[in-house]
T-cell receptor, first 115, second 114 residues
Framework: DSGVTQTPKHLITATGQRVTLRCSPR?????VYWYQQSLDQGLQFLIQ???????AKGNILERFSAQQFPDLHSELNLSSLELGDSALYFC??????????????FGAGSRLTVL | AQTVTQSQPEMSVQEAETVTLSCTYD???????LFWYKQPPSRQMILVIR??????QNATENRFSVNFQKAAKSFSLKISDSQLGDTAMYFC???????????FGGGTRLMVKP
């Protein structure tokens, strides 16, 4: 157990629908990162939050949004889902914002299947 | 922008032997961190080893060691005495010291054969 908790583990939904993925970072970690891993692909950075504020944005589609709440958990919202959104979505957390050991600890991922 | 390249999509090694996975990166930064992450069939991302660019000494973690060549922008991972449990995807990754993003390579699929 890495200490980073992601729910749900698996999710099957239909095109056009909206889903929310949830992440609880390790205790004491202020930064949360979201990554997307499509089938047999590398990891694509989506977005990062630090202590409730957006810090960096990657290749995140406009149909996707995220936020980090005061208790530091984060949610990734995916809307108007398409078949190509089927992927493994990872959350990772880190102790500081832009300092420290810069080691990301990953959750087990949420596998999204869009039919 | 930083890029990370892993030129070996797949590799295999016999159990108990040694294998080296290659990684090159491109950056104009002088201070940064490099990582190797392992993704076994369970799909969990597990940190294998970390290297700070300002340290000349290569990092070592038990059977895992790196060959960090800063001038060549090369960061290879050597796995000694390979075990069946080492079968996984291995990702090389880069992060600036003051960075907010971990950039991954495309991965190398390693199969350890009995």
């Amino acid at each position: 157990d890495s200490g980073v908790t992601q729910t749900p583990k698996h999710l099957i939904t239909a095109t056009g629908q909206r889903v929310t993925l949830r992440c609880s970072p390790r205790s004491g970690d202020l930064s949360v990162y979201w990554y997307q891993q499509s089938l047999d692909q590398g990891l694509q950075f989506l977005i990062q939050y630090y202590n409730g504020e957006e810090r960096a944005k990657g290749n995140i589609l406009e149909r996707f949004s995220a936020q980090q709440f005061p208790d530091l958990h984060s949610e990734l919202n995916l809307s108007s889902l398409e078949l190509g959104d089927s992927a493994l979505y990872f959350c990772a957390s880190k102790r500081g914002g832009s300092s420290g050991a810069n080691v990301l600890t990953f959750g087990a991922g949420s596998r999204l299947t869009v039919l | 922008a930083q890029t990370v390249t892993q030129s070996q999509p797949e590799m295999s090694v016999q159990e108990a032997e040694t294998v080296t996975l290659s990684c090159t990166y491109d950056t104009s930064e002088n201070n940064y961190y490099l990582f190797w992450y392992k993704q076994p069939p369970s799909r969990q991302m597990i940190l294998v080893i970390r290297q700070e660019a300002y340290k000349q000494q290569n990092a070592t973690e038990n059977r895992f060691s790196v060959n960090f060549q800063k001038a060549a922008k090369s960061f290879s991972l050597k796995i000694s005495d390979s075990q069946l449990g080492d079968t996984a995807m291995y990702f090389c990754a880069f992060m600036m010291v003051a960075g907010n993003m971990l950039t991954f390579g495309g991965g190398t699929r390693l199969m350890v054969k009995p």
